[in-house]
């Protein structure tokens, strides 16, 4: 049973232009939204986080909305530069940052 | 600041082997998460420690894995026997307390 649901695998985007990553959840006890970031060979490393009581984060170039209503959250990246190209995975917890559940990831390439 | 240190960062073993991998966490950080990462996937779940005690191993198949974590610091996930659907990434992370998770590089384990 996937409670954090990530459908798109991938996304091109070209340099300049905003990157939008999508994730879906089904656990509504779950109250805290991250996005880790992860290139090749290395672990994924925490990127912005949200908690439930708010329905945006923004952290300069990145912005996470959340949709409680509709269980869910999208990172905005604007502008995209080519060093954003790296996998993204959405997760969420349940207090705080207990237990950690992870999506499947899209891997996102920004083209020069 | 030292990041989360794993060794070895590859491993090829044959099914019914045993294997171990070892997880040096940032200094300080009292909590350890052992996840495992099939290829295709977001990162799961095996273990967490607070300290050198076990708060979550729900979805550590306790037949074939454990973990230990001695003296609160270092820790060790040993797998044995392996089997072929053990071939995954297996990632250490380490917080503070129940805060933001710094992650290792992984191990890559491959069963032939």
């Known amino acids: 049973d996937q409670q954090v649901k990530q459908n798109s695998p991938s996304l091109s985007v070209q340099e300049g232009r905003i990157s939008i990553l999508n994730c879906d959840y089904t656990?509504?006890?779950?109250?805290?939204f991250l996005w880790y970031k992860k290139y090749p060979a290395e672990g994924p490393t925490f990127l912005i986080s949200?908690?439930?009581?708010?329905d945006k984060n923004e952290d300069g170039r990145f912005t996470v909305f959340l949709n409680k209503s509709a269980k869910h959250l999208s990172l905005h990246i604007v502008p995209s530069q080519p060093g954003d190209s790296a996998v993204y995975f959405c997760?969420?917890?349940?207090?705080?940052?207990?237990?950690?559940?992870f999506g499947t990831g899209t891997k996102l390439q920004v083209i020069p | 600041e030292a990041g989360v240190a794993q060794s070895p960062r590859y491993k090829i073993i044959e099914k019914r082997q045993s294997v171990a991998f070892w997880c040096n966490p940032i200094?300080?950080?009292?909590?350890l998460y052992w996840y495992q990462q099939i290829l295709g996937q977001g990162p799961k779940l095996l273990i967490q420690?607070?300290?050198?005690?076990?708060?979550?191993d729900s979805q550590l198949p306790k037949d074939r894995f454990s973990a230990e974590r001695l003296k609160g610091v270092d820790s060790t996930l040993k797998i044995q026997p392996a089997k072929l659907e053990d071939s995954a990434v297996y990632l250490c992370?380490?917080?503070?307390?129940?805060?933001?998770?710094?992650f290792g590089p992984g191990t890559r384990l491959t069963v032939l």
């Open positions: 992370a380490s917080s503070l307390s129940a805060d933001t998770q710094y």
């Open positions: 656990n509504s006890m779950f109250d805290y």
């Open positions: 949200i908690s439930s009581i708010k």
């Open positions: 997760a969420a917890s349940e207090g705080g940052y207990q237990k950690v559940t």
């Open positions: 200094s300080g950080h009292a909590t």
């Open positions: 420690f607070q300290n050198n005690g076990v708060v979550d």
